[in-house]
């Protein structure tokens, strides 16, 4: 009898490429992992999502595919529902009727950003936008037609080596200007793919998880305190060959069409209590995405 299967979605994303990446260098010996581009299966199309798993028949599907541009969702709130409510929605009406089981990545922006302490599993949601309402109804999806047999786990601030991110974006203006102004009045979390990687690989073999999760690199500070670091740890790196000053602004300063919780801070205690996975400081994952990028080309920031 062939390994049990893991499928997963949007393999050109963050996410995707460091799954990939992390199997590589260990794998969970007892399955086989396949990720799948929006080429191989757009979960925006529902009988290309049935026909592709029906064929795979993975026991597990970890949904790293996803609408993520915040502001474009906006004027495209069709767009960003198709993928992130009707997609992860697909995929959960399959996985309830193959006996198969679902981890599905979904974001702080479900929160309005009001709570004055980390946001629990429990608390009340309230998205301020479409890409936010959107997820929101992918989760509500997953809830309805796979609950027993599905994670949501919620994150943050997500960045990595690959794609398109704040800590690159960062590394790249410094690289241009002579000075910076960053938004200090929204305080969340960075979360390193790295460490969601190592989350989800963690939970895999569990089988028994359940409901909605926060994962996020355990961090409580604003925009400004992250770009200072990523200075701080990119000039250390040698990524950078001089400080530039970084200025705090106010949200206000610098308006986008979406608007964005002042404060979305996750509480992750409950990964913490039911999984054993690697669990390394902000700074530390920061440091790891940071030596990955010196070791690349300038020419990938
Ligand atoms: N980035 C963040 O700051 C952040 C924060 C909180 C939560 N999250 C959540 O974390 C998860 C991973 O995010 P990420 O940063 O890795 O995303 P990402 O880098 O933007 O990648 C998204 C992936 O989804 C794919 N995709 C888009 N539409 C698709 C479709 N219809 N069918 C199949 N694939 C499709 C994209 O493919 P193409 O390359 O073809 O477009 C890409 O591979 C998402 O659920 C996201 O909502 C992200």
């Given at each position: ?85 009707q ?97 200090n ?10 460490g ?50 970084i ?31 690697p669990v ?22």
């Open positions: 009898m062939s390994s049990p299967l893991i499928v997963v979605t949007g393999a050109t994303g963050q996410l995707g490429q460091t799954l990939s990446q992390l199997w590589a260098e260990s794998p969970l010996p007892q399955y086989q992992l396949k990720v799948l581009s929006r080429s191989a299966l757009d979960i925006g199309k529902a009988e290309m999502t049935d026909a592709v798993l029906s064929e795979l028949k993975p026991s597990v599907v970890v949904n790293a595919a996803a609408y993520t541009q915040v502001d474009k969702a906006e004027s495209d709130a069709a767009g960003a529902a198709l993928v992130n409510a997609g992860a929605g697909a995929i959960a009406s399959w996985v309830a009727a193959n006996q198969a089981r679902l981890i599905h990545i979904s974001t702080d922006f479900v929160f309005d950003g009001t709570s004055k302490t980390p946001y629990t599993v429990n608390q009340q949601t309230n998205p301020l936008g479409a890409y936010g309402a959107s997820k929101l109804a992918g989760e509500q999806q997953i809830q309805a037609l796979a609950n027993g047999c599905s994670a949501i786990v919620r994150t943050s601030w997500l960045y990595s080596e690959h794609g398109n991110n704040f800590v690159k974006a960062m590394l790249r203006l410094m690289g241009e200007r002579d000075q910076l102004s960053v938004v009045d929204q305080v969340g979390s960075p979360s390193s793919t790295h969601l990687a190592d989350l989800i690989f963690a939970m895999i073999p569990c089988q028994n998880y359940q409901g909605i999760y926060h994962w996020t690199d355990g961090a409580s500070i604003s925009w400004f305190e992250f770009a200072q670091e990523i200075q701080y740890q990119a000039l250390q790196e040698g990524l950078l060959s001089k400080a530039i000053p200025s705090p602004i106010a949200t206000s300063a610098y308006p986008t069409p979406a608007r964005r919780p002042a404060y979305s801070v996750l509480d992750r205690s409950r990964v913490l209590a039911e999984f054993e996975c390394e400081d902000w700074k530390a994952q920061l440091r790891l995405v940071i030596r990955q990028l010196a070791g690349k080309s300038a020419a990938t920031l």
